[in-house]
């Protein structure tokens, strides 16, 4: 039988801890002062633990528990002195705060974000444009606030919202807020830090006037759309250059008056013939191209595609734990997870669809094989042990 080099002295969960160093754990975990009140259970054996219940998808820290214990022996490779029991597992999640795990994720991101760049297949039509949006995870108790009405039997899940912002090639947030579900969008982007001179692009759903007033006073520009019952007064319309893309209808400077404050706008009406459906965007940019700022907006469906990876890779439907913090930990840990797979994901030599490929390694965590050269060529295994050199006897000659 022939011999084959892609076994490993790791299994391959040693191998992606390896992306994330723990003396930069340790060292955020002495500045958060996270470690104080714990003898054994620190937070570098906290985000180890959770990184495994993470990719294993476990939904319950009684899975988490068993298959712990089903890896004994191997314990070493988690970078685990003893295996945590349930209750460790639940206190922490309760009492240490989410705020380290945070900063973990943002160590993590600015040190691989260089992986991440240029990466996108769709090259946006300005340098510097970051998207904006939010996603709401339903809770199965009331732990906050549930958007909607109540129902007639008095009863409505809780719900968690994660605000969130990227930049255009990263596919990874920059930055992230939680509130409840019931908050209001526009209320995040109070929290945007924007270079002058950036585009920052967003739904209907974060309508501020007086955001958007302070930030043409700051050099930054912002593209949505316009709501329907919108109410604006036409002041100028612009001429459509003939190279202009031919679904620009309309081009025109208007004005929208909130609270005694008037606040000009730009607005573009695009129509879409796949659709048969007119999209009205408003800017205050007054010089970019009306087709690029259309362009810009369709960039804004990547951090939806973002979104729909992470619930649909990571356990975010059922959480270890029934607090706000306890839900936090595991939404970044599925951040941090999610990061390190597309760090992996574009270093691997073999392009992987980032679902297939999350799913191989979880079902082979504790296997030793190379990841790497499993990942360039995922039937070389199979290929070398079937294959029969020519000096090579035959067990069952012919």
């Known amino acids: 039988m022939s011999k084959t080099t892609i076994f490993s002295g790791q299994p391959i969960i040693s191998q992606i801890l390896k992306y994330i160093s723990a003396t930069d754990i340790n060292r955020t975990a002495n500045k958060h002062k996270s470690d104080r009140y714990y003898k054994h259970f620190k937070t570098h054996d906290h985000l180890l633990t959770m990184i495994f219940a993470t990719l294993s998808g476990c939904g319950s820290l009684r899975e988490v528990g068993n298959i712990m214990l089903a890896c004994q022996g191997k314990i070493n490779h988690l970078g685990l002195n003893r295996f945590p029991k349930r ?13 380290v795990f945070a900063s973990i994720y943002y160590d993590v991101y600015k040190k691989y974000k260089r992986f991440l760049s240029d990466s996108s297949p769709m090259m946006p039509p300005v340098k510097d444009l ?104 036409s002041l100028e319309e612009f001429d459509i250059k003939a190279n202009i893309h031919p679904g620009i209808i309309k081009d025109e400077h208007i004005e929208v008056s909130k609270a005694d404050k008037t606040i000009q706008l730009r607005r573009i009406a695009f ?68 990061l390190v797979m597309l760090v992996i994901q574009r270093i691997a030599k073999r392009k992987w669809a980032f679902s297939n490929m999350v799913a191989v390694i979880r079902y082979h965590l504790m296997t030793y094989i190379d990841l790497f050269k499993f990942l360039e060529n995922p039937n070389a295994t199979w290929t070398d042990l079937t294959t029969i050199k020519e000096q090579q006897l035959s067990l069952f000659p012919t």
């Open 130 to 233: 970051q998207v904006v949006d939010s996603t709401t995870m339903s809770l199965f108790t009331d732990i906050l606030k549930g958007v909607g009405r109540n129902p007639s039997n008095g009863k409505k899940k809780g719900g968690i919202k994660m605000h969130a912002m990227i930049h255009s090639l990263e596919d990874v947030p920059c930055l992230i807020r939680f509130s409840s579900a019931a908050t209001h969008d526009h209320v995040f982007l109070r929290d945007l830090e924007l270079k002058k001179g950036s585009f920052v692009v967003f739904d209907k759903g974060y309508l501020d006037y007086n955001q958007y007033q302070q930030w043409t006073l700051d050099g930054v520009y912002f593209v949505t759309r316009q709501r329907e019952n919108a109410v604006y007064q």
């Open 87 to 99: 209750s460790t597992i639940s206190d922490a999640n309760r009492k240490r705060s989410s705020a």
């Open 271 to 338: 129509y879409d013939e796949e659709q048969h459906k007119v999209y009205e965007f408003i800017t205050n940019n007054f010089v970019i191209e009306p087709d690029k700022v259309a362009d810009m907006y369709k960039h804004r469906w990547q951090i939806e595609v973002m979104f729909k990876r992470l619930k649909q890779n990571f356990p975010l439907k059922y959480f270890l734990g029934d607090t706000q913090n306890a839900i936090e930990i595991q939404i970044w840990t599925s951040l941090i997870i999610q």
